[in-house]
């Protein structure tokens, strides 16, 4: 398999329509209960851009640098393996250039603070990212004023920004069908994804909640590998 096909197999392909191609100030999340795969989902994301020749920042709340790292070879190596990637050493040593990663503890994490520093690395021709994506951002104790910041941001920019939220179970879903905590906070996101597993499947589910009229050429719900979070045609 060639690179371009890793490219054609990523769910992000299906997650915005010919419409929303060329927007890049745009901002994504990703929603479902701990541990089902919300940071694999956002490496993947991030894969496409790297994958692209963009620049990526991978922002991560309450885990440490190597941990991070460690989502992005891992899954480079299962996709690598799992596709058959022809000179997959070469290609992954080209991307990983283009990815930066920025840690924060949980207690010191705010929008200035990742403002700040992604300005110092602009200003300073380390990245300019089209892509970041943030893990572990605390939407319970969220203001909705961080996350207008954070769209601004986007826009001044120019890049795309992706979360991730751990749903909550046992709360009725409102009409929006965008669960706690973060119903309510809809109209900020451009795309919502809420992943499930499958009881004797094989694969697991990715229901587009929001999204453009044209968002998926496959309908509101993807087929995703456990391990790979690539698109699967053939799940039982």
């Known amino acids: 398999m060639l690179k371009q096909d890793l490219i054609e197999k990523n769910p992000i392909r299906h997650l915005k329509g010919e419409s929303d191609a060329k927007e890049s100030s745009r901002m994504g999340l990703v929603m479902a209960r701990a541990g089902v795969g919300k940071t694999a989902l956002l490496v993947q994301i991030a894969m496409d851009s790297l994958l692209n020749d963009k620049q990526v920042v991978h922002v991560s709340v309450g ?106 179970d046992g709360v009725e879903v409102p009409a929006s ?20 597993p499958v009881s004797q499947s094989e694969c697991i589910d990715l229901n587009i909640i929001k999204g453009s009229a044209t968002v998926s050429k496959c309908g509101k719900l993807l087929k995703l590998d456990p391990k790979t979070f690539m698109i699967r045609e053939d799940c039982k």
């Open 63 to 168: 885990q440490s640098l190597d941990k991070t790292k460690l989502w992005y070879d891992d899954m480079f190596k299962d996709i690598a393996e799992g596709c058959k990637l022809d000179n997959a050493a070469e290609i992954h040593d080209s991307i990983m250039r283009n990815r930066m990663i920025i840690t924060f503890n949980e207690s010191k994490f705010s929008r200035a603070k990742l403002e700040e520093r992604l300005h110092d690395l602009v200003q300073q021709n380390v990245i300019k990212p089209s892509c970041m994506v943030v893990d572990g951002f605390d939407f319970v104790g969220a203001d909705r004023a961080v996350l207008e910041g954070m769209r601004d941001l986007a826009k001044t920019m120019d890049m795309q920004i992706w979360f991730s939220a751990v749903s909550t």
């Open 177 to 196: 069908g965008v669960p706690a905590p973060c119903s309510g906070m809809e109209d900020l996101f451009n795309t919502i994804v809420l992943l499930k």
